[in-house]
């Protein structure tokens, strides 16, 4: 599992599909968004925690597609599918990986971003914590997409309809977290279902991922 998750970082380092594209995607939506709704800071400040959990929601589904895709063209997949190693394990490793080159980048880059859209003092702490729990349940939940849509050509518009509805309970209680947090709010109740929704993906989209995956290489 370790020389697997090294592989997929290593190739998403070298294909620019999953650090750098996934971080340029985020800036430029959140550089959009004052061209938007306009320049008034009260009103930035107050959609700034949504605005960033949208902008990161949207980053990663940019590589989600590559997940399976360069696998299945060259054969690894298959060669994955009759190695010891199980297929739960291929997709959890696919996880990881998608999270520490796409999502842990968007984590820590997110007070710098948030900056740009004046978000409250309060909310930087709340935004990070929220983005560091849930966006491993995004690439959890884009890993079953990837899964559904393997050797599907150009199924990468498929893959965001698929995934996206899935993501929208991790982007309200995710949003929801960084909003009360930068008001001073309590937020225990949507970080507990935020926490909730990672760690049931963390534990069931593996197995389901493999299930699909043997399906669709049958």
């Not at 929704?197 to 197995?207: C, G, K, R, W, Y």
Request: aromatic share 8%; glycine share 12%; with cysteine.
């Amino acid at each position: 599992m370790i020389a697997l998750l090294s592989r997929d970082i290593k190739l998403a380092f070298r294909a620019g599909g999953g650090f750098g594209l996934g971080l340029a995607f985020f800036l430029i939506v959140v550089v959009l968004i004052p061209f938007g709704v306009g320049p008034e800071v009260a009103l930035l400040s107050r959609i700034a925690a949504g605005g960033l959990w949208v902008a990161a929601l949207l980053a990663c589904l940019l590589s989600l597609d590559r997940l399976f895709a360069l696998d299945w063209e060259d054969g690894s997949l298959d060669l994955l599918a009759t190695s010891p190693l199980p297929l739960e394990v291929v997709a959890l490793a696919k996880a990881l990986a998608h999270w520490i080159t796409t999502g842990l980048p968007l984590v820590v880059a997110s007070p710098l971003f948030g900056l740009l859209l004046g978000l409250p003092q309060d909310g930087y702490t709340f935004v990070v914590i929220s983005l560091a729990i849930g966006t491993p349940a995004l690439s959890f939940i884009g890993v079953f997409g990837a899964a559904l849509t393997v050797g599907i050509k150009r199924g990468g518009l498929l893959l965001s309809l698929l995934v996206l509805p899935l993501y929208v309970p991790t982007l309200i209680f995710g949003a929801e977290v960084a909003r009360r947090g930068a008001e001073g709010l309590a937020v225990e109740t949507p970080l507990l279902l935020l926490a909730g929704i990672t760690f049931a993906s963390m534990a069931l989209l593996p197995f389901v991922s493999a299930l699909v995956l043997r399906i669709n290489l049958r």
